[in-house]
């Protein structure tokens, strides 16, 4: 009798831990069915001299990334919208945990961690010995990643537990690879085609001289060598090759600039996301670098990071590729409800709130270290936040969202928000072919159907493998 009670008393701390494993800023609700999301709420981490003597600690994300924000919303708004459906998944209920990955492998394998780690805490089944309220379910599958090198990272993991993975931003052609990514699916288009489409407007205009320029990850360095093969086809030839990051230091930078200072190329072809470029064009522009014919892959052709008025002189012109936009129904009010106070369910909403407006909400403000970050000034409409809370006015809670400029509220053209949407929608229609399925007719053993109130990771990554291979849409 003493082994047991014991047992159980080991058993309900180990709950109480783990059901607030992870990062403590999150997005999380409750639901029978639990999904996992990624989003870079940030744009990086700061830069920190680690002492090897002292206990690791972890790295603080800076930059407040709006649109990473309004991706975030995206997932709890088609999320929300299945709940309310009465025909898709009727009387199932939906949760969420939603992580920030900072645009670093390092963060998003923290919250992957704690997703796989939920996962084998719920295959324990606890509840059968103790009366866990605080119990999450498993994580059935997983939205995100951003970029390419991030998602391999979080879908090298996943795949070891057979847990679904939809990216909605993640175009590398090496995650088309199933022998080695056997459950990452996504709704945008492998790279593939993109590169293929550079060389054609290249030879289209007979540029027959170029630079070309890519991010030194898994994005970038595929992209760019299938560019490559592209442009020896067509007889197109390469001047210089570069490869660049938004961690390199300043000498790299400036041997990249200096090489394309002094090259005679008009074109440079570039493979890069946003923050791995901004250095770069950072300093082309000090040098005020003008004349060249920028070609942008989709990444970076529309970033916020980039489309600045001061680099305008330099990147104008700019020919880019991008994701085919598309309509959701109701987002735009769902944005505009954003409230730290109302959207309880929402951990990002009090730092969004005070990088939206430039001020601090006093209460509970010490549990969100992200929110004082070592930049001053807010950059509007520029996607980044950067303020110190030391120098910011107290929030009156009463500010009007619609009277801001933000890259949150550019509903215009919804890119990656659709494909967020739409990677929701697919996990869900897949969740819906588990729960109509007729017994004798089903995907496992002799035909047999999975308990969708019991639905484990593995067997929605199956049914995605057999019907739902991928929701992919065009780039324009």
């Given at each position: 009798m003493m082994t047991f009670y014991s047992c159980c008393l080991i058993l309900l701390a180990f709950t109480w831990n783990t059901s607030a494993y992870g990062p403590n800023q999150r997005a999380q609700k409750k639901g029978e069915?639990?999904?996992?999301?990624?989003?870079?709420?940030?744009?990086?981490?700061?830069?920190?001299?680690?002492?090897?003597?002292?206990?690791p600690e972890?790295?603080?994300?800076?930059?407040?990334?709006?649109?990473?924000?309004?991706?975030?919303?995206?997932?709890?708004?088609?999320?929300?919208?299945?709940?309310?459906?009465?025909?898709?998944?009727?009387?199932?209920?939906?949760?969420?945990?939603?992580?920030?990955?900072?645009?670093?492998?390092?963060?998003?394998?923290e919250a992957t961690l704690s997703f796989v780690a939920q996962n084998k805490i719920d295959s324990l089944n606890l509840d059968e010995f103790c009366n866990c309220s605080d119990h999450i379910p498993s994580t059935i599958a997983v939205v995100g990643a951003t970029g390419s090198g991030i998602s391999t990272a979080v879908a090298n993991l996943l795949g070891l537990f057979y847990i679904p993975q939809v990216s909605y931003a993640s175009s590398s052609r090496l995650l088309s690879n199933k022998n080695q990514f056997k459950s990452f699916l996504r709704t945008i288009p492998n790279d593939e085609h993109q590169a293929t489409a550079m060389a054609d407007?290249?030879?289209?205009?007979r540029w027959n001289w170029v630079g070309t320029i890519a991010a030194d990850d898994d994005y970038g360095r595929p992209g760019i060598e299938k560019?490559?093969?592209?442009?020896?086809?067509?007889?197109?030839?390469?001047?210089?090759?570069?490869?660049?990051?938004?961690?390199?230091?300043?000498?790299?930078?400036?041997h990249v600039v200096q090489v394309i200072q002094n090259s005679s190329a008009k074109v440079i072809v570039?493979?890069?996301?946003?923050?791995?470029?901004?250095?770069?064009?950072?300093?082309?522009?000090?040098?005020?670098?003008?004349?060249?014919?920028?070609?942008?892959?989709?990444?970076?052709?529309?970033?916020?990071?980039i489309a600045m008025p001061e680099f305008f002189h330099v990147i104008g012109g700019t020919i880019g590729f991008a994701l085919k936009a598309g309509q959701i129904p109701g987002f735009r009010e769902f944005l505009q409800k954003v409230h730290p106070k109302k959207s309880t369910n929402n951990g990002f909403a009090k730092e969004f709130w005070e990088e939206t407006f430039n001020c601090y909400l006093p209460e509970g403000s010490k549990n969100h270290p992200a929110s004082a970050s070592f930049h001053k000034g807010h950059e509007e409409g520029s996607g980044v936040g950067n303020s110190t809370a030391a120098f910011r006015p107290p929030c009156t809670g009463e500010?009007?969202?619609t009277n801001v400029e933000t890259p949150y509220m550019d509903y215009t053209?919804?890119?990656?928000?659709?494909?967020?949407?739409?990677?929701?929608?697919?996990?869900?229609?897949a969740l819906q072919d588990i729960y109509t399925c007729t017994p004798g007719k089903g995907l496992f053993t002799n035909g047999s159907c999975a308990d969708i109130?019991?639905?484990?990771?593995?067997?929605?990554?199956?049914?995605?493998?057999i019907k739902h291979a991928c929701v992919c849409i065009s780039i324009e």
């Open positions: 069915i639990i999904l996992g999301g990624l989003f870079p709420i940030h744009f990086g981490v700061a830069a920190k001299d680690q002492d090897l003597k002292s206990r972890s790295v603080e994300c800076i930059r407040y990334n709006f649109r990473g924000f309004r991706w975030l919303q995206a997932m709890i708004f088609a999320i929300e919208e299945i709940n309310s459906s009465p025909t898709l998944l009727p009387n199932m209920t939906l949760g969420y945990r939603i992580f920030d990955t900072c645009n670093t492998v390092s963060k998003a394998l407007i290249i030879e289209y205009f560019f490559r093969e592209e442009a020896e086809e067509r007889d197109i030839c390469i001047d210089f090759s570069e490869l660049i990051s938004q961690y390199s230091v300043e000498e790299e930078i400036q570039v493979f890069s996301s946003g923050p791995d470029l901004e250095p770069l064009i950072k300093e082309i522009v000090r040098r005020n670098i003008t004349g060249k014919i920028w070609l942008a892959s989709e990444a970076w052709a529309s970033s916020s990071l500010e009007n969202i053209h919804l890119r990656i928000s659709y494909n967020v949407y739409l990677a929701v929608y697919s996990i869900a229609h109130k019991k639905v484990e990771a593995w067997q929605v990554s199956l049914t995605f493998s």
